[in-house]
């Protein structure tokens, strides 16, 4: 049995297998009915966050979708809660350490384009590495794996945590996201969860704001490769793929549609060129114009050609009470 990333460990969720939960460990939630105490069914505690450097990753595109490069300090505008922030740190992101939650979903659902899926993830994951990063394979059904050495940069460990993940029946998709999500928590630098799925979830033991939450306050940002059989297009649930959509745009990233192995070739090429043309803006707050516990973020480009089109993508904001898992 392999260990647990320490985050997961030091928030007390346990192994069954190699799976990242059992069914004691999860957190209860009104989808299970009957399955825990009313204390077990609470929201979980808070703590308050000393609020400091508020880190914000930033990527521009153009009006065909390309990452932006070459901009500086002086082209962006942040706000916070509608008031305009000094930006005290501005870097660009292809220097900086990456971290990546690679979730493969590995149910049913999936089997036909399973063998497809790891072969563009292994292509991804060679093309993006580096020596200083790393990566974390987990692949998730009824239940969620990690089937890697925790993160790691060594490609043939990626390339057998790829080939080696195991079929399921159900989909734990939200709590693929939890899990991935607290593991990065602790890590530093740039932090990443690309999704391989077909929005689907039946299972999870957290719902869609938790695993929301917890990508928001590991400061992930998410990325949505949306598998879509062309067979089943006209009669398939679309639920699940809006939440993908609503997530990785909150977060920052992007969602991709793919119906063969040309565009899941092609989505890992886009978020391959995002990653190496990302900007990171920090600021320390100036005032606090609202009683909530989540501020809101605003990023703007100026300063740019008239006429020039360019779109900017950022997470939506961060929590100033922070969770306690």
């Not at 030091?10 to 009915?33: E, F, V, Y």
């Not at 153009?62 to 922030?85: C, I, S």
């Not at 607290?182 to 932090?191: E, F, M, T, V």
Request: proline content about 3%; charged content about 25%.
């Amino acid at each position: 049995m392999r260990k647990l990333v320490t985050s997961l460990l030091t928030a007390g969720l346990l192994i069954s297998g190699r799976g990242l939960w059992s069914q004691a460990s999860a957190p209860q939630d009104s989808k299970h009915p009957g399955s825990g105490s009313q204390q077990e069914q609470s929201q979980p505690y808070t703590f308050p966050v000393d609020v400091k450097l508020v880190n914000v990753f930033v990527t521009v595109t153009d009006e065909h979708g390309a990452p932006v490069g070459g901009l500086t300090k002086d082209n962006f505008v942040l706000r916070e809660d509608g008031l305009e922030q000094k930006i005290s740190v501005f870097e660009r992101e292809s220097a900086l350490p990456l971290s990546i939650a690679l979730a493969i979903d590995t149910s049913l659902s999936t089997r036909s384009s399973l063998p497809l899926e790891q072969a563009s993830a292994k292509r991804f994951a060679n093309t993006i590495m580096r020596p200083v990063d790393g990566m974390c394979v987990y692949a998730f059904s009824e239940v969620v794996r990690e089937s890697t050495h925790g993160y790691t940069a060594d490609l043939k460990d990626i390339d057998e945590g790829i080939e080696h993940i195991r079929m399921g029946a159900a989909t734990a998709l939200y709590d693929a996201i939890y899990l991935a999500s607290r593991a990065l928590d602790r890590r530093k630098g740039r932090k990443v969860v690309v999704l391989i799925s077909d929005g689907g979830d039946t299972v999870s033991r957290v719902d869609y704001k938790e695993a929301l939450r917890a990508a928001e306050e590991a400061e992930a940002i998410v990325y949505s490769v949306i598998i879509v059989p062309i067979e089943q297009s006209a009669g398939r649930e679309t639920g699940g793929e809006h939440a993908l959509i609503q997530l990785s745009e909150d977060t920052g990233g992007k969602y991709y549609y793919a119906t063969s192995t040309a565009a899941l070739d092609d989505a890992f090429r886009k978020i391959s060129d995002e990653l190496r043309t990302q900007y990171l803006l920090a600021y320390y707050p100036t005032q606090r114009t609202s009683f909530s516990d989540f501020r809101r973020i605003d990023v703007s480009v100026a300063g740019v050609p008239n006429g020039a089109e360019m779109r900017v993508r950022h997470r939506a904001g961060y929590y100033t009470v922070k969770s306690e898992f």
